[in-house]
């Protein structure tokens, strides 16, 4: 039977005082997806090195396929992990995509440090009630909630959509005031998963602009940006090479989030480049050696990349690395 635990026994931060940190130095706190062993151990060791902050981020989908008390523990080791490695770093607990009110309140009441409810295929007045409840309980346990506006292209398990509904810049003070959502995701042609634009021709640029109209009806709030792998060629073609079809996967191009970055975005959501390098080095590895039958000799490579990968992002994307 689960007990109730506050996040600050466990050792996890809100995002507060990390989001007033990336706003003022300019950079984004990344939130990466985890659902096994391999991840979190790369997420860990990858932002200990680079001394950058990081959001842990559990999916519903992920809970479902690692067992929710299973993936909380391993968030609570990755402190204690974090701690052994002589890491510093603020560590923050969040749930991705929330799709009720009961989820978001379990997750707060195990001991996450941040919920997303994502009411972004809802009416405007559902999101703003149903956000609104979210945000009067976490708040009670001072965790951190983030809304969605306007909805991603792409297809996820809970909301499917061919076209993505851009954030209207209009719509956000009022959403903000009327829920008191600590942060907020919005829509400016980014979409989850690893085919994000059409092959062949060029890759239009994020919406800058609605961006910039966001930021003055809201200025120093933090925006978060969903849907932000950059979908590394290389990884790519190493999974065409070795028996994979992944043609025609693209991703944002990683200057665009860094410009995104330097404006109001203080956190970037990335989840498909992780899945994308696992498989590419695991299919690498199976390719080239095929006696291999103990997991961890294709898991450790993988692992490994996915540890270098995230440094990069860290250092060269999302500039939060050497932040403490
Ligand atoms: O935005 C969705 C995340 O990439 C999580 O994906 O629901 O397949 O775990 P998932
Ligand atoms: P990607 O699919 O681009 O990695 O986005 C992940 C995400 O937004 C998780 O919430
Ligand atoms: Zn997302």
Redesign the pocket.
Known sequence: MWKMVHYKEIGFVNTKEMFKHAMDNGYAVPAY?F?NMEQIQAIVLACVESRSPVILQV????RK?ANQTLLRYMAEGAVEYMKELGGNIPMALHL??GDSFELCKSCVDMGFSSVMYDGSHHSYEENIKITKEVVEYAHKFDASVEAELGVLAGI??HVSSEKSHYTKPEEVKDFVTRTGCDSLAISIGTS?GAFKFKPGKPIPPLRFDILEEIQKKLPGYPIVL??SSSVPQEYVEMVNQHGGDLSGALGVPEDQLRKAASMNVCKI?I??DGRLVVTAVIRKVLAKQKGVFDPRKYLGPARDELKELLIHKNKNVLGSANRY
């Open positions: 997806n659902n999916s519903k989908g992920a396929y991705d995509h996820e398990e989850h969903h849907g959501n989840d498909s």
